[in-house]
């Protein structure tokens, strides 16, 4: 009954120190001649949210790739809860694999499947359950992202944009992960189904005590969900709370976090501090 | 072990056990299902004895209580509820937020009558309104030549035609070595083997060769059509087409219509000559007929006509093929299922089309004499 002994608070501030559930040591990714990270460490502290931000190309993707499992990097270790995974076997990967939820950028629902078949399908690929049990379970996850009932009947062709993005995050969701890893989960999205999602991003982190991974250019959801930020410069990466981002000297991140963009991401921020409430 | 049933003070106690989380929801839904119920009456549920609980496992603390009251039973808590029962309660559950999906409208034979005429009047019109488009884009094309986009139409005549000659001439082949070997065994019985040229020229040239390289760029070409088409409306790249004010049915459709009706006579041609080279060399090493004799035979068994009476069909083969794959691709909509479902269909129709076609040319050269 401990679930909810380390609620987190958004301001700014890291969650907890102590053992990180994500810890990255000197990655090193190689695609031929070309270096994409070179001795990259990253962690992330179990309740926080950990926005990982970079140019384009910088390798944000491949290093969601590499943490997910999805690629052996050619040096460095990637543990998640503790457990290396870069030297696992496969069944032993399938495993952890299952003890995260992922989003990916287009959503990657399965086009064929209704939202709930696609919320069900981790459940059904896992476990032998009654049609009934797994239908409600899917429903369950369905509401918590703030979608209608209704919507579970339809397929992804007939959602909106937002729509999609929550449909993929309830999926993420329906084996109740600790771990979420989302990337970049309001690109595409209007404004104020952007700030929607943050809310409920915010609102499942708190109620569900989740550790969230998202890979953001959203200014925005980056001033208002974000603990603690990593930066992909130089091939390695600089982390640390918005703060300690904000006094940083290296020119990309100093362009990043006081472009005109930001000033105004963060004048914003200055006028609503409020906490997240509930969606809906 | 889950839950176990306890009685504290005349009073039934469910103690909720050990770690009611996503990743034992099969053992959740068993012991939920088989927990013996004492009732009716109040009852107690007890959380002190869980180690962790999350919303799945919020879910089956749900559907105990259900099924508690269902048997007349009103459970309670002992002390209070786990955090992510009274969070699922709160915000989750389905009274919250149910809204029963509207029933499905029964709908009379009438209806279903209605519908379905509706649903091919409108297949024809798009149909129609295609070939239309098509045939505005051709004539546009033939006025300005920069219209008909030769680079394309090349790359669909080298696609379609030049990477299909192995399997053609292969196939060819075989089939015509196949009709010579029973022809030969048939006709050696009277001692007509000699008419098995005749035979495997009449055959090959009139119909196999030309039918035989049609179904094979049906498969290979018309599904391709459909399937490349299809994902470029999956990713709305004909919508940008569109946007640019480019033409689809000029980029898209007409160069692999061209092409097709380019290549297909071309590969007939191959098809015959791999044809008649099968009925030879089966000729020579099964009858001993050499080939000099075989050719000499062949000439005399033939009309001058035979070879274009096979050849004629081939262009209109091939627009069939084109036609059916690259209007099927463009009617994908939505969903991978959807382009699997369409390449399908442009494949069957195609070869479908492809024979009726036939049948109807083997009407027309019977009563025209050809």
């Known amino acids: ?280 | 072990m889950l839950i176990e049933l306890d009685r504290r003070e005349g009073k039934p106690v469910y103690r909720l056990l050990g770690a009611w989380r996503a990743a034992s929801v099969r053992e959740l839904d068993e012991a939920v299902t088989t927990v013996r119920i004492d009732g009716p009456g109040p009852a107690l549920l007890d959380a002190s004895g869980l180690e962790s609980i999350d919303l799945t496992g919020a879910h089956f603390v749900e559907r105990l209580s259900e099924r508690l009251r269902a048997a007349g039973v009103d459970p309670g808590w002992e002390g209070s509820p786990p955090e992510s029962v009274a969070f699922e309660r709160a915000t989750l559950s389905a009274d919250q937020a149910k809204e029963e999906a509207e029933p499905a409208a029964q709908r009379s034979v009438l209806a279903v009558l209605g519908m379905w005429t509706v649903d091919s009047v409108a297949a024809t019109r798009n149909a129609l309104a295609f070939l239309g488009s098509l045939t505005v884009a051709f004539l546009r094309g033939l006025r300005v030549p920069r219209h008909l986009r030769i680079p394309s139409v090349v790359r669909h005549v080298s696609e379609s035609g030049l990477q299909a000659v192995p399997i053609v001439a292969l196939i060819a082949f075989l089939i015509s070595v196949i009709v010579a070997y029973i022809g030969a065994q048939e006709l050696q019985q009277f001692g007509g083997q000699v008419f098995v040229v005749d035979l495997v020229a009449l055959s090959v040239l009139r119909e196999l060769g030309v039918l035989l390289t049609a179904i094979i760029v049906a498969g290979r070409s018309g599904s391709a059509y459909a399937a490349e088409i299809g994902v470029m409306q999956l990713n709305e790249e004909v919508d940008a087409l569109g946007a640019m004010g480019v033409n689809a049915v000029e980029v898209l459709v007409l160069p692999r219509v061209i092409g097709l009706v380019i290549a297909l006579p071309l590969l007939t041609v191959i098809a015959d000559a791999m044809g008649l080279a099968g009925g030879a060399v089966l000729s020579w090493l099964v009858l001993g007929i050499p080939f000099n004799q075989f050719a000499i035979r062949t000439q005399e068994a033939l009309a001058t006509t035979t070879f274009w009476a096979g050849l004629l069909k081939a262009p209109v083969f091939a627009a069939l093929i084109a036609l059916v794959g690259t209007y099927r691709g463009l009617q994908v909509h939505g969903s991978s299922r959807e382009l699997g479902r369409r390449t399908t269909q442009a494949v069957v129709e195609s070869i479908f089309l492809v024979l009726l076609a036939d049948a109807i040319f083997a009407v027309v050269y019977w009563q025209i004499d050809f």
Request: glycine share 8%; charged share 25%; hydrophobic share 40%.
């Open chain 1, 1 to 280: 009954m401990n679930d909810a002994d380390s609620l987190p608070v958004s301001d700014g501030q890291p969650v907890s120190k102590g053992r990180p559930i994500v810890e990255v040591r000197g990655l090193v990714n190689r695609f031929g001649a070309q270096v994409v990270h070179d001795g990259l460490d990253m962690n992330v502290y179990p309740g926080e949210i950990f926005g990982i931000i970079g140019g384009s190309g910088a390798g944000k993707s491949v290093l969601l790739r590499t943490v997910l499992g999805l690629r052996t990097p050619q040096v460095g270790s990637v543990e998640i809860e503790g457990v290396d995974i870069t030297a696992r076997t496969d069944e032993e990967l399938t495993v952890i694999k299952r003890s995260y939820g992922v989003t990916f950028q287009q959503g990657a629902l399965f086009t064929s499947l209704t939202v709930a078949e696609n919320v069900e399908l981790p459940l059904a690929e896992y476990r032998q359950l009654p049609e009934d049990v797994l239908r409600e379970l899917a429903l369950q996850k369905i509401r918590l992202v703030g979608l209608h009932d209704s919507a579970a009947s339809k397929y992804p062709a007939e959602l909106s944009g937002g729509m999609v993005k929550r449909a993929a995050l309830a999926r993420a969701l329906v084996l109740d992960p600790k771990l979420l890893f989302l990337d970049e989960p309001t690109s595409g999205l209007d404004p104020i189904s952007a700030s929607a999602f943050d809310d409920l991003l915010l609102y499942l982190q708190k109620s569900l005590n989740l550790t969230v991974v998202m890979i953001t250019h959203d200014l925005d959801s980056i001033f208002r969900t974000c603990n603690r930020v990593g930066v992909i410069v130089d091939r390695r990466m600089v982390s640390g709370t918005l703060n300690e981002m904000l006094a940083e000297q290296h020119p990309w991140i100093r362009e990043y976090f006081h472009g005109p963009r930001a000033e105004l991401a963060r004048g914003a921020m200055k006028h609503d501090v409020s906490a997240a409430t509930a969606p809906r």
